[in-house]
Each structure stands twice: as C-alpha cells, then as structure tokens.
C-alpha cells in the first residue's frame, strides 16, 4: 500500500545550525506534500506545503525540496532557535486525493 | 479562521464501555478524517468521509465505526473499548482537494485511557 518513510525519527542540534528531515513516498501520483509542526500537548499545524509541480518552496527560514523522479522531499530549517523544537511530519497526498499519509514524525529538539 | 473542535480533550472509560468521540467544524469542509497518534507510529487514519452520510476506512477501522449525518459533525465510536484503544485521537478537516488546497485543519485532540 501506500506508504511515506521519514528520517531520522529523532534529530538534535545546536541552536543556530540547521536541520534537515527527509521523506519518501511511494505513490508516484502523490501531488502534494504538505509538512506538519507539532509542539508538545498542541494540534498538528501546517508550516509549509509544496505541490508536484514545484521543485523547492521557501518561507523565511523554512524550505522544502521535491524530487519527484526520487520520490523524496526534505524540510531545511536554518538558523534553528529553541521554538523550532517539537515533532515535524511530513506528508503526501494518495491516489485520488482523499487521504493524506504521513510519515512517522520527526522530534527536532534545538538545544540553547 | 478555521475552527475543528472535539468533545473531550480527555475521557477516561472502563473495558467493554460504548464510547463517542465527536468533532465540528465550521468552515463547511466536505472532507473529515479521524486519526490515531501513538508515540513512533505517526498519525494513522482510522475513517473518513467526503460527504455527508458517506464513509471509507481508513487504514485501522478495527473495532471503530463512524458517523457523518451532518456536515460539519464527524463521530468516531468504540462500540467496545478495549486497553490496546488507549491513545490521542486526533479529528481533521479539509476543503475538497481540487478546489482550495488540501491542507487538514486539526482539531485539539482527545487523550482516551481505557483502563
């Protein structure tokens, strides 16, 4: 079936460096891939998105990447600061656009 | 702004227990989805639906059914709860996909014990 692999599951950095999280889907009719913040106790909230026909997309210290013939796409956030701290997912949407499959989670821990 | 909301945020239920999780949106989303979130396993789909009265399975409808008779309610049942269905269950929405992006709104999560 249809399924989204991330890595690593757990990443720790300095505050200031940056931090990369990669995925792969393996749909190959995914057309949008839609990555997801969650801080401790809260909801998932979406901080970027990028759709098939895009190969990078930026948003002040946010990007993420696609390669489409790889089936990968990687979130780099740069400059990191304590806040960034929380479990990222990445996600992809499946044949006929209903659902969403995300990956396992990444928990990002930047350390002051 | 968009607005999901669940029921409870915690509920505590006893083995063999009959229980309802609802969730409601305001923003007149076709598309609803109930997740599951465990520690090292992700958001996984139990149910969705796309419109009212309709509903597909996810990929662990095991021992849930759902409930859509209006759009802007979506429930999640245990028609037995059992130990293994303690976790966070998450409610999602989203507008349909071709018309205003596919982004899911998430609602805040209800911690279930069964004890």
């Known amino acids: 079936g249809e399924n989204v692999e991330q890595h690593p599951s757990t990443l720790s950095v300095q505050e200031g460096d940056s931090a990369v999280i990669k995925c792969t889907y393996s749909d190959s009719a995914s057309n949008y891939f839609p990555w997801y913040k969650q801080e401790l106790g809260k909801r998932p909230q979406l901080i970027i998105d990028i759709r098939s026909n895009v190969g990078e997309k930026k948003d002040q210290r946010i990007a993420v990447t696609l390669n489409k013939t790889a089936k990968h796409f990687s979130l780099h956030i740069t400059e990191t600061q304590p806040e960034d701290s929380a479990v990222y997912f990445c996600a992809a949407i499946g044949t006929g656009g209903f659902k969403t499959i995300f990956g396992a989670g990444t928990r990002l821990f930047v350390k002051a | 702004d968009v607005k999901v909301t669940q029921s409870s945020r915690y509920l505590v239920k006893r083995t063999g227990e009959k229980v309802f999780l609802e969730c409601v949106q305001d923003m007149d989303h076709e598309n609803m989805f109930w997740y599951r979130q465990d520690p090292g396993l992700g958001l996984r789909l139990i149910y969705f639906s796309y419109d009212v009265k309709m509903k597909e399975k996810g990929d662990i409808p095991e021992g849930y059914s759902v409930s859509r008779e209006k759009k802007e309610r979506f429930s999640l049942i245990l028609e037995s709860a059992s130990t293994n269905q303690t976790s966070m269950y998450l409610c999602?929405?989203?507008?349909?996909?071709?018309?205003?992006?596919?982004?899911?709104?998430f609602g805040p999560g209800t911690r279930l014990t069964v004890l």
């Open positions: 999602a929405s989203r507008p349909k996909f071709w018309l205003a992006g596919a982004r899911e709104y």
